[in-house]
C-alpha cells in the first residue's frame, strides 16, 4: 500500500511551457485534491474532486486544468507556465464516507520551478 | 470564507520542556473540524491531532494536545515533553463539516518550531 505517489519530484519548466503533474493514490479514496504550497506560507487548494469525472475549482484554480477519469488518478495540468506558478504542489485523497472526519493524506510534493 | 490565522512564524524550544502554538480561526459555521498538521523538513504532511467542533472535550495525542476554545475562535496546540524530531513547520488547518466546503482543508500560514538541545 504505497498510499499517495506524485511524479515527478522535481521539475524546472521555462516560461510558456507545459506540463502535467502526476497524482495516483491506492487507498480506494473517492475524494482527491491538489494544493500548492509557494514559500514560508500554507497549502492553498487548487482543485479537487469527489469522484470520477467530477472535478471542481478551489481557492487558486487560475492556470491550471485537471481530469479525473478514475479513482485512483487526478492529475493536473499547467498550461503556459509562468514564473507565478513556482511552488511545491501538494496531491491529496480522502474517502467520504459515515465515518468522520475523513482525513486527507498527502503525497510527498512536486517542487516545480518556472524560469 | 474561512481563515486560519497563526500569529507566531517561529517558535524555539528547550528539549524536554513545553511549547504552545496559536491558532485563530473566523467562521460563521457552527460544526466544523480542526487539524493541526505537521510538516518536517522532508515536506511530508503529517496529521498530528484533530478536533471536532462539537466536542468540548479537548483531544489528546500521546505528547500532543490542544486547547479548543469555540467561543474565542482559537486552537491552540501544546507540545509536552519536546523531542528533537519535533521540530518542524506546524500549520493549523480548518474543515467545514458540511456542504460544498465540507473535505476541503484551509490551512494558516504556519509555525517554524525549532527543538534547541
Known amino acids: 500500500n504505497a498510499g499517495v505517489t506524485q511524479t515527478p519530484k522535481f521539475r524546472i519548466l521555462k516560461i510558456g511551457q507545459s506540463m502535467t503533474l502526476q497524482c495516483t493514490q491506492d487507498?480506494?479514496?473517492?475524494?482527491m485534491y491538489w494544493y500548492r504550497q509557494d514559500p514560508g506560507m500554507g497549502l492553498k487548494l487548487i482543485y479537487y474532486?469527489?469522484?470520477?469525472?467530477?472535478?471542481d475549482k478551489g481557492e487558486v484554480p487560475n492556470g491550471y486544468n485537471v481530469s479525473r477519469s478514475t479513482t485512483e488518478d487526478f492529475p493536473l495540468r499547467l498550461e503556459l507556465a509562468a514564473p507565478s506558478q513556482t511552488s511545491v504542489y501538494f496531491c491529496?485523497?480522502?474517502?467520504?464516507?459515515?465515518?468522520?472526519?475523513?482525513?486527507?493524506?498527502f503525497g510527498p510534493g512536486t517542487r516545480l520551478t518556472v524560469l | 470564507a474561512q481563515t486560519v490565522t497563526q500569529s507566531q512564524p517561529e517558535m524555539s524550544v528547550q528539549e524536554a520542556e513545553t511549547v504552545t502554538l496559536s491558532c485563530t480561526y473566523d467562521?460563521?459555521?457552527?460544526?466544523?473540524?480542526l487539524f493541526w498538521y505537521k510538516q518536517p523538513p522532508s515536506r511530508q504532511m503529517i496529521l498530528v491531532i484533530r478536533?471536532?467542533?462539537?466536542?468540548?472535550q479537548n483531544a489528546t495525542e500521546n505528547r500532543f494536545s490542544v486547547n479548543f476554545q469555540k467561543a474565542a475562535k482559537s486552537f491552540s496546540l501544546k507540545i509536552s515533553d519536546s523531542q528533537l524530531g519535533d521540530a518542524a513547520m506546524y500549520f493549523c488547518?480548518?474543515?467545514?463539516?458540511?456542504?460544498?466546503?465540507?473535505?476541503?482543508?484551509?490551512f494558516g500560514q504556519g509555525t517554524r518550531l525549532t527543538i534547541n538541545p
Open positions: 487507498m480506494n479514496h473517492n475524494y
Open positions: 467562521t460563521s459555521e457552527s460544526d466544523y473540524y
Open positions: 474532486s469527489v469522484g470520477a469525472g467530477i472535478t
Open positions: 488547518a480548518y474543515r467545514s463539516a458540511i456542504g460544498q466546503g465540507a473535505q476541503k482543508l484551509v
Open positions: 491529496a485523497s480522502s474517502y467520504s464516507g459515515p465515518t468522520l472526519p475523513n482525513e486527507q493524506f
Open positions: 478536533q471536532e467542533a462539537y466536542k468540548q
